[in-house]
C-alpha cells in the first residue's frame, strides 16, 4: 500500500512540475528573441537579405530599358541629385544606413542602374510585380516607396548622387 502512494505521489508532482513549465513559457508571453531561436533551431540555411542580394541583370519594370552610364561621374549632376535626395527621399531613406528604406550607398555593386530608375519611377508597379521589389518591401517591414513623380532627368541626378556614395 505505502508503494502505491509513493507511486501516485512521484506521478502528481511530475505533473504538476510538467504544469508549471507550460504556465511559465505563457508568462513569458511573446519575443521576437525566443522567435528567432526557435527558427535559427529549424533552418539550417542562412538566408540572404533582399538588400544584401546581388543582381546585376535584373531591369526592373518601367520607362527605363537600357542606360549606360559614362565612366566618369558628373559631378554637378550628382550635386542636383543629392539636392533631390534631400529634399524628396531623405524622409525614408538615409545616404549610408538602413532607416525605412534602404540605403543607397554602394547600390550600384547589386542593382543595375535601370533597375535602380525604375524604382525611383515607377515604385507601384515594380513593388506589385518585381520578385527584388517584392522581397525589399518585406524586409522593410512592408513600407511601400511611396510615388513621388519624379521626372526622369531628376531620377538619373539621384542615380548620379548615388554614384558618389562610396
Known amino acids: 500500500m505505502f508503494k502505491l502512494y509513493l507511486l501516485v505521489l512521484f506521478f502528481l508532482v511530475l505533473t504538476l512540475l510538467s504544469c508549471g513549465k507550460a504556465e511559465a513559457e505563457k508568462r513569458a508571453g511573446f519575443s521576437y528573441e525566443n522567435m528567432s531561436s526557435e527558427t535559427n533551431k529549424t533552418s539550417t540555411e ?5 538588400s544584401e542580394k546581388v543582381d546585376l541583370i535584373n531591369k526592373g519594370i518601367g520607362p527605363v530599358s537600357k542606360l549606360d552610364l559614362p565612366n566618369n561621374t558628373d559631378y554637378t549632376l550628382a550635386k542636383k541629385g ?3 535626395f534631400k529634399k524628396m527621399c531623405t524622409a ?3 545616404p549610408d544606413k538602413k ?3 534602404p540605403a543607397p550607398k554602394g547600390i550600384l555593386k547589386t542593382r543595375t542602374p535601370e533597375w535602380i530608375m525604375n524604382m525611383i519611377l515607377n515604385p507601384e508597379e515594380m513593388l506589385r510585380k ?3 521589389a517584392k522581397e525589399l518591401l518585406i524586409e522593410f517591414n512592408y513600407a511601400p516607396m511611396v510615388k513621388q513623380d519624379i521626372n526622369e532627368e531628376d531620377a538619373r541626378a539621384i542615380l548620379e548622387y548615388y554614384r558618389t556614395l562610396k
Do not use: M, N, Y
Open 46 to 50: 542562412t538566408k540572404v537579405l533582399a
Open 82 to 84: 543629392e539636392t533631390i
Open 92 to 94: 525614408c531613406h538615409r
Open 99 to 101: 532607416f525605412i528604406g
Open 130 to 132: 518585381d520578385p527584388l
